[in-house]
């Protein structure tokens, strides 16, 4: 079965005769529920769906979709009697895949027809097959003493030659503090994965599958890896190694849950039908984050390629898996690719997803590297959004065991792992974040956070800067902020105190609540949902000198928001001041679903008159939120729901140019949906 499945593979790019298979992906019209997005917590559907998930999962959803609107429809099975009815037609199916009422199966011409006469069938198409080229290192082993790096005894555990690329991203710091990822679960989808290397002798992996043969058993398998580089092992090992003495991960205390979704040679070979699957089932499972160590850029066939047209969010399957998969709770971090020296040039798929932290490479003294992948999206979204070590790095190796350096090219392969391990670490500290939450503080943690680029994105990230980064959580009717003093002077969190301002000039002061660690916290005066709240921190290291957090400015939040901003603005940005845009564009709000608040972007290639206005299912118009002229740029606007009821609403743009010959009138209309 497995060499045939190689074969049909093999055979994906040949011109498809009567009796030669391909891979399709068949939609279906229905799943037999009514068409709304959200079910009723008493429905059979909802209960159906809701058994598929693991209690962590269905917590996870709470957070981020609402206590009631956590299923949705994309959540029930496909219905069986469809997948019965294409298998009794002889066609073998691979993958079944809710979130997009689809499967994935093999298919003749002349099955190929059949199926698409089938009339609950809306629609087929051929799964792409993505690469992507992987670094080429020169290797040392390590236990030779070759491995360069220090550990200069500053902290409590041993990081061995590894030291030195962790410390890049301030890792050890928070070790210290006692977060390495512990309560939380990291999924991996990369290509095989030996869990019997050393590295992994403390590291609890709850499951694995390999989704490209449909088996338990996500080991490297020979011809797959020729160069021995054991490429999911090498991204594993740098989020969750733990070997005293030799590598230390950022969350090596966290579990993981390992998806088999490709295969690597000189280059990297996913299909998007296995890629969606995984994040099916982690979510299922109840990870919270999910990280895959592949920016696709390159597509197999160029009759059904993606180009980089498509590299829009919300085209390719792997970046519209990502989109659910976030909106579902879970943080999503990704490789950008390595394609900037090479004719693509830019981030691939899934990196061009909405929320998805994209992820570029510098060296190990944090400098730009030639060829990590560069952004934006087609449609001009800022992307990467930070950066981490991929070039130099050490790592735990397959072929012999032991410990390699690539002292050449690797990839952001190496960077994305990196920062999914501090991700983790963040949400050992705070288990009460969203997704959202996390996505914005990584982004603030970035060491250019004040003027991101689309080579760096944020900048360098900070697992220092991150876990100090102050949070919000709702509770009990109010809300509380807490907040971790993580710099490089002792300070005494007894004498940690929150200003906190409702008008930017008047600040109150509240001593700040100490629970014997390192976070602190404070409960917020209530305030009137939509109020914009400054604030800051003072504090005392052990010398007794005053301190301040920020050193100049303020935090801020609007109350009701559970995002704290410092300097970025916003979570997600379509394009960056002063770029000039290619043509009008309307993105999807963000997030989405939201409560009670959301972001509407979108760009104008010249001064435009813009009407952008909400209305409800009926086509009742519930709020005007610009009817002006506004120049040409990139845009943004915030919409408050209110009073607005949950469900299903849209946001329609119309844009005409102001200027004589300057082009088309421009209209435009997108859902979104508040939850309650």
């Known amino acids: ?64 979709m609402g206590r009631e609107h956590y299923v949705t429809i ?41 199926v698409m006469a089938l009339p609950y069938v809306s629609r087929v198409e051929r799964v792409r097959t993505l690469r992507s080229r992987a670094g080429v290192p020169s290797l040392q082993r390590s236990s030779d003493l070759q491995w360069t790096g220090s550990n200069p005894g500053l902290h409590a555990i041993d990081y061995g030659p590894s030291y030195d690329q962790f410390m890049l991203s301030d ?51 020979g011809d797959e890896d020729p160069y021995g580089w054991g490429h999911g092992t090498f991204a594993f090992s740098l989020c969750g190694a733990y070997e005293e003495g030799d590598m230390v991960a950022p ?15 000189y280059e990297s070979h996913i299909e998007e039908d296995n890629y969606a699957a995984a994040l ?9 984050i999910a990280t895959s160590s592949v920016g696709y850029t390159l597509f197999d066939d160029s009759t059904y390629s993606y180009t980089y047209k498509d590299m829009d969010g919300n085209t390719t399957i792997v970046a519209r898996a990502s989109n659910l998969a976030f909106e579902r709770g879970i943080v999503t971090v990704t490789s950008a690719g390595n394609e900037a020296l090479n004719e693509w040039h830019y981030i691939g798929s899934p990196a061009d997803a909405f929320e998805i932290i994209s992820v570029g490479a510098v060296d190990d003294r944090g400098r730009n590297t030639s060829w990590s ?18 070039e130099g790095v050490g790592y735990a190796a397959v072929a012999e065991g032991g410990y390699f350096q690539s002292n050449g090219v690797w990839g952001t392969s190496g960077a994305a792992p990196i920062v999914a391990g501090i991700v983790g670490q963040l949400l050992s500290a705070y288990p009460h974040l969203t997704n959202l939450q996390a996505r914005s503080i990584i982004l603030e943690a970035g060491d250019q956070s004040g003027n991101p680029d689309t080579i ?158 909400v209305f409800n299912l009926l086509g009742e118009e519930v709020a005007v939120l610009l009817d002006e002229g506004l120049e040409a740029g990139y845009r943004q606007v915030r919409f408050d729901a209110g009073g607005l009821a949950s469900g299903v609403y849209y946001y329609t743009l119309r844009a005409h140019p102001l200027g004589a010959g300057q082009g088309k009138s421009f209209a435009e209309t997108k859902p979104m949906v508040i939850v309650r």
């Open 456 to 613: 760096r994105g944020y900048g360098l990230l900070s697992a220092a800067r991150a876990l100090g980064f102050p949070n919000l959580r709702e509770e009990d009717g109010g809300y509380s902020v807490s907040k971790i003093f993580a710099g490089n002077v002792p300070t005494i969190p007894s004498t940690a105190v929150l200003r906190i301002s409702t008008d930017g000039s008047t600040f109150s002061s509240n001593a700040m609540i100490s629970g014997g660690g390192a976070i602190v916290t404070c409960p917020l005066p209530v305030a009137q949902l939509g109020t914009e709240v400054w604030f800051h921190f003072t504090y005392r290291d052990s010398s007794g000198a005053d301190h301040r957090d920020p050193l100049e400015g303020d935090y801020r939040f609007t109350y009701g928001d559970l995002i704290v901003h410092r300097n970025v603005e916003v979570v997600t940005t379509v394009g960056r001041e002063g770029e000039r845009a290619l043509g009008y564009v309307l993105s999807q709000n963000y997030p989405n679903p939201f409560n009670p608040a959301t972001t509407i972007q979108f760009a104008l290639p010249v001064r435009s008159w813009v009407n952008l206005k």
């Open 74 to 114: 994309d959540d029930v099975p496909v219905l069986l009697e469809y997948i019965r009815d294409i298998e009794a037609q002889g066609v073998q199916i691979h993958q079944t895949l809710k979130w997009f009422n689809a499967v994935s199966c093999y298919l003749t011409q002349r099955q190929l027809e059949q």
């Open 1 to 64: 079965m497995k060499i045939l499945l190689l074969l049909l593979i093999g055979l994906y790019c040949m011109p498809q005769a009567a009796g030669f298979e391909a891979k399709y992906l068949v939609y279906f019209r229905d799943k037999g529920v009514p068409g709304q997005p959200f079910l009723q917590k008493a429905s059979e559907h909802f209960q159906k769906a809701e058994e598929k998930l693991a209690p962590r999962s269905i917590q996870r959803r709470m957070k981020s």
């Open 251 to 265: 969350a090596f205390g966290a579990d993981f849950v390992l998806a088999k979704t490709e295969r690597v040679e």
């Open 171 to 221: 890792i050890p710091p928070v070790h210290d503090l006692g977060f390495y990822g512990q309560g939380v679960i990291i999924g991996m989808l990369d290509a095989g994965f030996n869990t019997a290397h050393q590295a992994f002798a403390q590291t609890e992996v709850l499951a694995e599958w390999d989704f490209v043969g449909n088996d338990p058993v996500t080991a490297r398998e």
């Open 373 to 390: 992948s560069r952004g934006p999206t087609f449609e001009r979204r800022l992307k990467p959004e930070v950066c981490a070590q991929g």
């Open 280 to 288: 099916e089932w982690m979510d299922s499972i109840g990870v919270d």
